[in-house]
């Protein structure tokens, strides 16, 4: 079946360093993706979300990239802060027929070292 | 601006015990409305959703049971619990128009004993 992971479960940065957060998905006909924040004990937060006709964006400090070709998904945190430090979930859907049913990887855990 | 409540924030009940966790959203008309639970440590797995008053989709065949009696309230429930319905529950809406990201609310931590 489909499924939505990330290479690694970890992350450790510096304060002040990029940070960048992978997720492979599989279901190749999955158009939108959405990254969330969860910080401890809280529901996930949206962050930024990106359609498959686009291969960049960007918001404040952070960018999604995707490549297609791959099934790949990227989250970029620029100028990483101490408050950046959560998990990290990315997301895939099929717009609009699943009825925004995204599809969860296991999230990926970032701490910021000051 | 829309605003999601969850309540109670935690929960301790004891096994076999019945289970009723709200939803409310205001700000919003007509939203989809989900039930996630989250194992520790782990993505969310995806419990029941909701287009619409008493239309309720069953995802995972389980222990629980949703309902929608109102436009934008959302019940889980159980009848009686297991020590595997252990576990962070989270409510989300999102908008029907575009079925994009999720919205959601802070929570409920249940532990069952």
């Known amino acids: 079946g489909e499924s939505v992971g990330l290479h690694l479960p970890t992350l450790s940065v510096q304060e002040g360093d990029n940070s960048i957060i992978n997720c492979a998905y599989s279901?190749?006909?999955?158009?939108?993706f959405i990254w969330y924040k969860q910080e401890s004990g809280k529901g996930p937060q949206f962050i930024i979300d990106?359609?498959?006709?686009?291969d960049k964006r960007q918001g404040q400090r952070v960018t999604v990239l995707l490549n297609k070709t791959v099934k790949h998904l990227s989250l970029q945190i620029a100028a990483t802060q101490p408050g950046d430090s959560a998990v990290y979930f990315c997301?895939?859907?099929?717009?609009?027929?699943?009825?925004?049913?995204?599809?969860f990887g296991d999230g990926t855990t970032l701490t910021v070292k000051p | 601006s829309q605003t999601i409540h969850q309540w109670p924030a935690t929960l301790v009940q004891p096994v076999g015990s019945p289970l009723s966790l709200e939803c409310t959203v205001e700000?919003?008309?007509?939203?989809?409305l989900y039930w996630y639970r989250q194992a520790a440590g782990r993505g969310l797995q995806l419990l029941f959703y909701?287009?619409?008053?008493?239309?309720i989709s069953s995802e995972v065949p389980q222990n629980l049971s949703a309902s929608r009696p109102q436009d934008r309230q959302f019940i889980l429930s159980s009848k009686k619990l297991l020590l595997s319905d252990s576990g962070f529950y989270l409510c989300?809406?999102?908008?029907?128009?575009?079925?994009?990201?999720?919205?959601f609310g802070s929570g409920t931590q249940l532990s069952v004993l």
């Open positions: 989300a809406w999102s908008a029907r128009a575009t079925n994009e990201k999720l919205f």
């Open positions: 279901n190749s006909a999955s158009d939108y």
């Open positions: 990106i359609r498959s006709n686009m």
């Open positions: 997301a895939e859907n099929i717009i609009p027929s699943n009825a925004g049913k995204s599809t």
């Open positions: 700000g919003t008309s007509n939203p989809n």
């Open positions: 909701s287009v619409g008053i008493g239309q």
